[in-house]
Nanobody
Framework: QVQLVESGGGLVQAGGSLRLSCAASGRTFNIDGMGWIRQASGKEREFLAAITWSGGRTYYADSVKGRFTISRDNAKNTVYLQMNSMKPEDTDVYYC??????????????????WGQGTQVTVSS
């Protein structure tokens, strides 16, 4: 089992920045990669970014490429999402997710088997 706890959400003005954190605990040695996905009520989940646990290779959705940066600190078992130049349309609940085995592309939210509880991000115009 892997437990994930997000933090860092909140309210920010358009053009501002936020950094989300996701602390992993439990059987973290099984983690293959971690990602950030967002979802608003009634909408489909949207992949944002992912990072492999060992090599640190990163993947980004086109909608956030150049604005968001994913990083990890393996010593702390923590993944971060630095969000810059934020827009009102970035308002959503942001989830951290992890996968513990190869399950296909990182871009598919369905390929993660552990999820955090989510943190609300609101961008005001």
């Amino acid at each position: 089992q892997v437990q994930l706890v997000e933090s860092g959400g909140g309210l920010v003005q358009a053009g501002g920045s936020l950094r989300l954190s996701c602390a992993a605990s439990g059987r973290t040695f099984n983690i293959d990669g971690m990602g950030w996905i967002r979802q608003a009520s009634g909408k489909e989940r949207e992949f944002l970014a992912a990072i492999t646990w060992s090599g640190g290779r990163t993947y980004y959705a086109d909608s956030v490429k150049g604005r968001f940066t994913i990083s990890r600190d393996n010593a702390k078992n923590t993944v971060y999402l630095q969000m810059n130049s934020m827009k009102p349309e970035d308002t959503d609940v942001y989830y951290c997710a992890a996968r513990t085995y190869y399950s296909g592309t990182y871009y598919n939210p369905g390929n993660y088997n552990y999820w955090g509880q989510g943190t609300q991000v609101t961008v005001s115009s």
